[in-house]
């Protein structure tokens, strides 16, 4: 944790797991990144849903992801937050099994130089409280 980070007076707002989330957020409190993956259709999916986004199928199954990204979109949010010291990217990446989903680009600096579109990333999970671990993407292998 940065010393930014530390020094926050505010804390972070957290995701409120429900019962159709509970097993994400427990996968990312273990180091697992979990996806569902529909057992009629063959789609997988995020945000986590009790039925098939593709073909309304209640008929799913949890997906352990690679955990393999590339950067789709973002912005660098410079506007003071008292939760955040700094400006931080929130992007859009594209998750090798399919899927897109919204996180923050970390251990990288929050420059258009930096982040290139379709970069290679990777999932780690930041420890923000007893219960939640988010999920969020690190410049992978030598990209770094």
């Keep these: 944790m940065s ?3 530390s020094e926050n007076k505010v804390p972070r707002p957290l995701p409120r797991p429900t019962p159709e989330t509970q097993h994400f957020w427990d ?3 273990n180091g697992r990144l979990l996806l569902q993956k529909c057992d009629d259709c063959g789609h997988v999916y995020f945000p986590p849903r009790p ?5 309304s199928s ?8 690679s955990g393999k990204a590339t950067l789709a979109s973002y912005v660098i949010n410079h506007r003071p937050h008292p ?5 931080h990217a929130i992007a859009i990446v594209s998750l090798e099994e399919g899927p897109r989903m919204a996180t923050n680009i970390v251990e990288c600096e929050q420059t258009p130089e930096a982040l290139v579109l379709d970069m290679p990333l990777e999932v780690v999970f930041e420890s923000v409280s007893e219960d939640i671990s988010l ?3 690190r410049p992978a292998g030598d990209s770094q």
Aim: net charge neutral.
């Design 51 to 55: 039925f098939c986004p593709a073909c």
């Design 3 to 5: 010393a930014a980070m």
């Design 27 to 29: 996968g990312c409190k």
């Design 83 to 87: 939760a955040w010291g700094e400006p």
């Design 135 to 137: 999920p969020v993407f």
């Design 58 to 65: 209640r008929s799913v199954s949890v997906l352990e992801s």
